[in-house]
């Protein structure tokens, strides 16, 4: 008989292949790296998303560097809503609703994917025209009053180019250059008020004919009446050729988060020293002002309103 009893070895339980030193299960990291990511897409498809703006359509109100917060829900939600636009382009929409005059809104253009941003200024039934940059709105001018002129600083983003705004640029007496942009308030028949550029004559866009926009579309214009394609550009591929379908629009801008003059790199500690600070939380929502009394006039004779 034997001293000693040999002990009996358990062979160890087999590993599964997903986990790790320290018992983790890389599977279930996946899972929920996909868990968020899905919470993220839908979030930005069905509530709200970044923007930012890449042109200079929309100054004075928004610039080049601006980065700002566009909510997805305030006309219901369509195939442009979802993330990097992977439904298929289509007239549905859900819940929808019509913007009102003077909200900025992204849209999707006919021919491309890019969402771009401009400014509601007619709505379904409306006829609307363009003279002298001028916009017409049921035969009615729509108002615009001459303001104080912007000194905007110049910066790369914001670089004040001759063939952009020529005579424009100045240099102040602290040695600061600026863009001296000549600023005209427009106030639309709901009382939306805000500022625009219209500092060229006769440019190819100043005019248009009379045209009706046509039900479930909206007609945009950007803020920067010289230096937009939009709405008013009819030729194919350039600008938004005419009214926009609802079903293209996919949200309000609201609110601007920050800003960048251009002077940043992936150092992020440049970037303090190129943030706009004066532009952080700026609303976007047009300020209501009482509508202008007017009368139908043609907008060449409309002088007394732009002084």
């Not at 007609?219 to 550009?233: I, Q």
């Amino acid at each position: 008989m034997p001293l000693f009893r040999q002990r009996e070895t358990v062979p160890p339980a087999p590993r599964s292949i997903t986990d790790d030193d320290t018992g983790h299960s890389w599977l279930s990291e996946i899972v929920g790296l996909v868990v968020m990511l899905a919470a993220v897409l839908g979030f930005h498809s069905f509530v709200a998303k970044p923007f930012y703006i890449p042109s200079i359509s929309m100054m004075p109100n928004l610039l080049v560097g601006d980065r700002l917060i566009v909510s997805k829900y305030p006309y219901g939600w369509s195939w442009v809503s979802a993330s990097f636009h992977v439904l298929p382009r289509s007239d549905w929409r859900l819940l929808g609703s019509t913007p009102e005059y003077g909200d900025i809104v992204i849209v999707v253009p006919p021919y491309a994917e890019e969402d771009w941003i401009k400014r509601v200024v007619a709505l379904p039934g409306d006829r609307i025209a363009v003279e002298d940059g001028r916009i017409v709105l049921n035969g009615v001018v729509v108002p615009q009053k001459v303001e104080p002129p912007l000194d905007l600083p110049v910066d790369a983003n914001a670089p004040c180019e001759d063939f952009t705004f020529p005579y424009l640029r100045r240099r102040l007496p602290s040695g600061r250059e600026v863009c001296e942009l000549p600023l005209r308030r427009e106030t639309l028949p709901n009382g939306a008020s805000y500022v625009v550029i219209d500092h060229l004559e006769n440019q190819p866009l100043d005019d248009m004919a009379e045209i009706v926009v046509p039900e479930d579309h909206v007609f945009l214009m950007g803020d920067n009446r010289d230096h937009s394609a939009d709405s008013r550009e009819m030729a194919p591929g350039k600008g938004l050729n005419g009214p926009v379908p609802l079903s293209s629009i996919g949200g309000r801008a609201e609110f601007i988060t920050f800003s960048l003059d251009g002077t940043e790199d992936w150092n992020p500690l440049t970037w303090w020293d190129a943030l706009r600070k004066a532009r952080a939380w700026r609303s976007l929502r047009p300020e209501i002002r009482e509508p202008a009394t007017t009368v139908a006039v043609s907008a060449r004779t409309a002088t007394g309103e732009q002084s």
